[in-house]
């Protein structure tokens, strides 16, 4: 993409820019109607891209912006290549000012009963955004009730969709209703973010264009996957450095 520079994450593109230029290619993605789908990626995320087969044809069309130290641990301790980390919560903000900038309108999808009104409420006032409409995570899995979901968020008129429904969930939940089922009946094109392992909304979270670069073959099992890069270590390191952290705060007060 046009002001973006990647590195090569085990066959996925990560991006390594800076946080400017990362918004001026998402401000110039949403100013055309572009269509863009993103994924925030900690070091949970990576574990699931690394391990399962269905959640890397989840992610083969998202543009992958690095979210958390345990990514940017591994990348640097395997590529020797520094990334820079854009929080996902920083990233929702922004992108909402970008949104209230161009005229263009959110739709929030994800997390409990009443969280994703919230969430819309400290948006607007916070970045003067419009939110036409909000939608909780827990639904009825069947068919019937996720094309709904997909035909009201299309009806919204939204130009961006955030998705919080917890890692793995919510990548594949794009991939096999928003994106596959109902692009010929309801999608309009617009920028779907998906919200990563994180809580800014409350979500729940669950414990190829580049020349050169050989994208993994998605029928290998998990285990010859997991033999190209330890990829428990990223998770542990992450998960360290969190326990650590809660530890200072308690032994702080």
């Known amino acids: 993409m046009e002001y973006l520079s990647f590195v090569d994450f085990y066959g996925l593109r990560i991006v390594k820019s800076e946080k400017a230029a990362v918004l001026k290619a998402f401000h110039r993605v949403i100013e ?37 130290v345990g990514l940017s641990w591994a990348v640097k301790k395997r590529m020797n290549t520094r990334i820079n980390r854009f929080p996902g919560v920083e990233l929702g903000i922004e992108l909402c000012r970008i949104a209230a900038e161009s005229g263009k309108t959110v739709f929030l999808y994800g ?6 009104e919230k969430a819309a409420a400290f948006l607007e006032r916070e970045t003067g955004v419009r939110i036409v409409g909000c939608r909780h995570g827990f639904n009825d899995s069947d068919e019937e009730t996720q094309y709904g979901i997909c035909r009201k968020i299309s009806e919204s008129g939204a130009s961006i969709l955030f998705v919080a429904l917890g890692a793995p969930k919510q990548e594949i939940w794009l991939e096999k209703y928003f994106e596959n089922e109902c692009a010929h009946r309801y999608r309009r094109r617009g920028f779907a ?47 360290f450095r969190w326990n650590r952290r809660i530890k200072r705060r308690k032994e702080a007060v």
């Open 32 to 68: 055309m109607d572009g269509n863009l789908r993103v994924t925030t990626m900690n070091a949970q995320i990576a574990y699931y891209y690394l391990t399962m087969p269905a959640y890397q044809a989840a992610l083969n069309d998202s543009l992958v912006v690095p979210d958390g």
């Open 193 to 239: 973010r998906r919200m990563g392992g994180h809580s800014e909304t409350g979500a729940d979270v669950d414990p190829a264009d580049e020349p050169g670069v050989a994208l993994p073959d998605l029928e290998k099992p998990a285990k010859e996957i997991q033999s190209h890069f330890p990829v428990v270590e990223v998770y542990l390191y992450c998960q």
């Open 111 to 116: 997390s409990k009963p009443g969280v994703a």
